[in-house]
């Protein structure tokens, strides 16, 4: 009897410290993914950046994130005095740093990629516009022509030795390229630093990589550009980017008429046909050249592009109804 009742205690027992263990576990998977986050003012928008996992390890990752962030403000702002880009658009030449000729090297492949629909020269339409800090007006017909003198990267840009030119009266604006440049240095520091997860909001453009919290998909929406009201919504484990163009981020006002920044090179006035453009990939420097790739293309032709490259792509059309692309299906749930 009294083997039979010590047998019961050792069951108890194990039991115990089974259960213990579990709940010892459980907890500490908890307490390495709680979640850590900050804020701050970069290239002309907010920077959010949420991350799980051990909170000391999780500040420093994103010491270390934002920084290498504000370095590619510093390399590629339009606005600040001593960038390099900056430099390069005042003094017509500069020898680039490492990063800075990384920068011009991924816009030269855009470029080529686009077959010219993205092409930082459009900045000689911005300038004439107005949407550097002067007064907005609207360019006519022959005013455009002479300034199509400027666009093309290849007729523009050269390099000669270690130098970089660009031809006088052109002018290069790298914030169609430079965003998702800094999402991507942002997320190689949290993914050296072995975070559980992460998700990076540049105004508005997404990155999500690794595990949330709770273990439930990234879950984000996509807003209609018009309302507060969300057109879709995407669910995902893999990491994705997930960039939107629109004609409502940046514009000038010309006679009680809004005139937005994605402009249509060939013509030299702002693309017609699209509210908004979402763009989901793998990597946020492919996010954001594709969305303005779509963006201005006419409808035909992007619908054509999306289902020839497979692109997960949510349109807004200017007039008729939101259309998804093909591979866009498998990833917005309406």
């Given at each position: ?190 993914r050296k630093a072995s975070v559980k997860g992460f998700i990076i909001d540049d105004g508005g453009d997404l990155y999500m990589e690794g595990e949330k919290g709770d273990g439930s998909p990234w879950k984000v929406g996509v ?16 990491p994705n980017a997930i960039s939107t163009s629109g004609d409502y981020e940046r514009y000038v006002e010309i006679d009680g008429k809004r005139y937005h920044h994605i402009f249509d090179v060939s013509t030299g006035r702002p693309a017609p046909w699209y509210k908004s453009v979402t763009v989901i990939a793998s990597d946020p420097r492919d996010a ?47």
């Open positions: 009897m009294a083997l039979k009742n010590m047998s019961k205690i050792v069951r108890i027992i194990f039991i115990l410290i089974l259960v213990f263990f579990i709940y010892f576990r459980e907890t500490k998977k908890h307490e390495l993914f709680e979640k850590t986050e900050r804020s701050e003012k970069l290239m002309d928008t907010i920077v959010y950046i949420q991350v799980y996992g051990d909170p000391e390890i999780a500040s420093r990752a994103l010491d270390a994130a934002f920084k290498r962030m504000r370095s590619v403000e510093e390399i590629a702002s339009f606005h600040l005095p001593k960038s390099e880009l900056n430099l390069l658009n005042v003094n017509r030449e500069i020898v680039p740093s490492a990063s800075f000729s990384e920068i011009l090297e991924l816009s030269s492949k855009s470029v080529k990629l686009t077959e010219g629909r993205f092409d930082p020269t459009f900045a000689v339409f911005h300038k004439a516009y107005g949407f550097y800090g002067g007064t907005p007006r609207l360019p006519n017909e022959a005013e455009i022509t002479e300034l199509k003198r400027f666009i093309g990267w290849n007729r523009v840009i050269s390099q000669e030795g270690n130098k970089v030119r660009i031809a006088s009266g052109a002018l290069l604006d790298l914030s169609g390229i430079a965003g998702g440049f800094a999402e991507a240095a942002a997320a190689e520091e949290l807003r209609d550009p018009r309302n507060e009201s969300f057109m879709a919504v995407v669910e995902t484990f893999s954001e050249i594709q969305t303005k790739w779509v963006f201005t293309l006419p409808p035909e032709e992007a619908k054509k592009l999306c289902n020839e490259k497979n692109l997960p792509v949510l349109v807004f059309p200017a007039t008729g109804a939101i259309w998804v692309s093909e591979e866009g299906k498998n990833f917005f749930q309406q």
